[in-house]
């Protein structure tokens, strides 16, 4: 991921934490620390066996064993459901409380294979837990035990515990359809107020990092297969060489975005594979582009953008003699938070003793973004980065566990204030 250039965003009176309570955060933070070597243990057997996108048995299997061993202390109740395809879903319920809260951690891995140096790392080739899903799973797992078994904690909410499937790739084998779409659909946003995530990410280790508004981009792909005569290489103006129209139109995008949408709107439109030719005496007659597209367009823009997109390089295939057929994937739309639960979150970790910064935009993706379409909430960022770790996505990504607590605490606060 880019690097994320960030400013402090402080609040403009002390007035502004007089609505969040008389909370002990002391005693909240003494709860998530107690859970540190659980959830580094529940983390490193999970990562140890990564499960790709609609894959996710064996987590889940894991996570529902574990929630089975849960007691629940006197007059809460624990419900675990077993008609959603999405993920697994568990409804904790608290007496007197009105509203529903909606925490949400996500489970698959990536087809990647893992730096051979971590000393906990993949047991399965070709698969890594490269963005963190594992901690993610295992941290709301840890904030789960608390706040259904701890008498100490009360959760002022009831809560709505979902471990989803199919975070990453969306557009791809086996199902096409993201995990946060696939809930959505099967109706997991019922009766339900706000919605909460929380994602590690490889920047400055323990603190949280969200934005009001738009956060995420929305992340679609576009392939783009040519088809043209080919030919002898020593008589090019006797064929059309696919090869060339792919690099014509490379071109032509490249300040295609400039023009089309000004120089102030986020966008990354980048090639990302070109495969074409078989030998060096032969013009190929195919070739097969794909493209990243990332933008924070909202979706009548977004869908304009597409279209615009496409006539762009069918002119080009036109002016040059060849087809061209385009399959535009789209990606998690753009994730935005509600502005108002965005500052009262980050009022509330300020005030529980938390770093809390609000960064620029970011084209990644993520599939939250369903969520909030539906409901107000936020999603926010824990920072995990230690040295040695590479940037998610890649072979030696590797967050810091000693501030996997911390993402008990931020599920622990939001449950007696969110």
Same mark, same amino acid.
């Given at each position: =991921?880019?690097?994320?250039?960030?400013?402090?965003?402080?609040?403009?009176?002390?007035?502004?934490?007089?609505?969040?309570?008389?909370?002990?955060?002391?005693?909240?933070?003494?709860?998530?620390?107690?859970?540190?070597?659980?959830?580094?243990?529940?983390?490193?057997?999970?990562?140890?066996?990564?499960?790709?996108?609609?894959?996710?048995?064996?987590?889940?299997?894991?996570?529902?064993?574990?929630?089975?061993?849960?007691?629940?202390?006197? !007059?809460?109740?624990?419900?675990?459901?077993?008609?959603?395809?999405?993920?697994?879903?568990? $409804?904790?319920?608290?007496?007197?409380?009105?509203?529903?809260?909606?925490?949400?951690?996500?489970?698959?891995?990536?087809?990647?294979?893992?730096?051979?140096?971590?000393?906990?790392?993949?047991?399965?080739?070709?698969?890594?837990?490269?963005?963190?899903?594992?901690?993610?799973?295992? =941290?709301?797992?840890?904030?789960?035990?608390?706040?259904?078994?701890?008498? @100490?904690?009360?959760?002022?909410?009831?809560?709505?515990?979902?471990?989803?499937?199919?975070?990453?790739?969306?557009?791809?084998?086996?199902?096409?359809?993201?995990? +946060?779409?696939?809930?959505?659909?099967?109706?997991?946003?019922?009766?339900?107020?706000?919605?909460?995530?929380?994602?590690?990410?490889?920047?400055?280790?323990?603190?949280?990092?969200?934005?009001?508004? !738009?956060?995420? !981009?929305?992340?679609?792909? =576009?392939?783009?297969?040519?088809?043209?005569?080919?030919?002898?290489?020593?008589?090019?103006?006797? +064929?059309?060489?696919?090869?060339?129209?792919?690099?014509?139109?490379? %071109?032509?995008?490249?300040?295609?975005?400039?023009?089309?949408?000004?120089?102030?709107?986020?966008?990354?439109?980048?090639?990302?594979?070109?495969?074409?030719?078989?030998?060096?005496?032969?013009?190929?007659?195919?070739?097969?582009?794909?493209?990243?597209?990332?933008?924070?367009?909202?979706? @009548?823009?977004?869908?304009?953008?597409?279209?615009?997109?496409? $006539?762009?390089?069918?002119?080009?295939?036109?002016?040059?003699?060849?087809?061209?057929?385009?399959?535009?994937? #789209?990606?998690?739309?753009?994730?935005?938070? $509600?502005?108002?639960?965005?500052?009262?979150?980050?009022?509330?970790?300020?005030?529980?003793?938390?770093?809390?910064?609000?960064?620029?935009?970011?084209?990644?993706?993520? @599939?939250?973004? #369903? #969520?909030?379409?539906?409901?107000? +909430?936020?999603?926010?960022?824990? !920072?995990?980065?230690?040295?040695?770790?590479?940037?998610?996505?890649?072979?030696?990504?590797?967050?810091?566990?000693?501030? %996997?607590?911390? +993402?008990?605490? #931020?599920?622990?606060?939001?449950?007696?204030?969110?």
């Amino acid at each position: =991921m880019a690097p994320i250039k960030s400013f402090l965003f402080f609040c403009a009176s002390l007035l502004c934490f007089s609505s969040l309570g008389a909370t002990d955060y002391a005693m909240l933070e003494a709860k998530a620390l107690s859970q540190q070597d659980y959830v580094k243990k529940i983390r490193s057997i999970i990562h140890r066996n990564p499960e790709l996108r609609w894959e996710e048995t064996a987590t889940i299997a894991l996570l529902q064993e574990e929630i089975a061993q849960i007691q629940p202390t006197a !007059g809460r109740k624990l419900t675990v459901f077993d008609y959603y395809t999405g993920g697994l879903v568990v $409804d904790l319920e608290t007496p007197q409380a009105q509203e529903w809260l909606f925490f949400r951690a996500d489970l698959d891995a990536l087809p990647l294979e893992e730096d051979p140096s971590h000393e906990v790392r993949s047991e399965v080739p070709g698969k890594m837990h490269a963005c963190a899903h594992d901690a993610h799973t295992a =941290m709301l797992l840890g904030a789960l035990q608390i706040l259904a078994t701890d008498p @100490d904690v009360t959760p002022m909410h009831n809560i709505r515990f979902v471990w989803q499937r199919a975070e990453e790739n969306p557009g791809s084998a086996p199902i096409a359809q993201a995990g +946060g779409a696939r809930l959505v659909e099967e109706g997991v946003l019922e009766g339900v107020d706000r919605v909460y995530g929380l994602h590690i990410w490889e920047t400055d280790a323990g603190v949280f990092l969200s934005r009001s508004g !738009g956060l995420l !981009g929305n992340s679609d792909r =576009m392939k783009v297969l040519i088809s043209s005569s080919g030919g002898h290489v020593s008589e090019p103006h006797r +064929g059309i060489n696919a090869l060339r129209v792919a690099q014509d139109i490379q %071109f032509s995008l490249r300040d295609f975005a400039l023009k089309t949408l000004g120089p102030v709107e986020p966008i990354a439109l980048e090639p990302a594979i070109l495969q074409s030719g078989s030998a060096s005496n032969i013009m190929p007659a195919n070739a097969e582009l794909w493209y990243a597209v990332r933008t924070t367009l909202a979706q @009548d823009a977004r869908e304009q953008f597409r279209q615009n997109l496409e $006539d762009e390089i069918q002119e080009i295939a036109r002016r040059s003699g060849a087809s061209v057929q385009i399959d535009y994937i #789209y990606g998690h739309p753009a994730l935005i938070n $509600d502005v108002k639960n965005f500052e009262h979150i980050f009022h509330l970790l300020q005030a529980a003793g938390q770093p809390a910064v609000q960064i620029d935009p970011v084209l990644a993706g993520e @599939d939250f973004a #369903y #969520y909030l379409q539906k409901r107000p +909430g936020s999603f926010w960022i824990l !920072g995990g980065f230690q040295e040695g770790s590479g940037v998610a996505h890649s072979p030696r990504f590797n967050p810091d566990p000693n501030i %996997f607590w911390k +993402g008990v605490y #931020y599920w622990l606060l939001l449950s007696s204030e969110g």
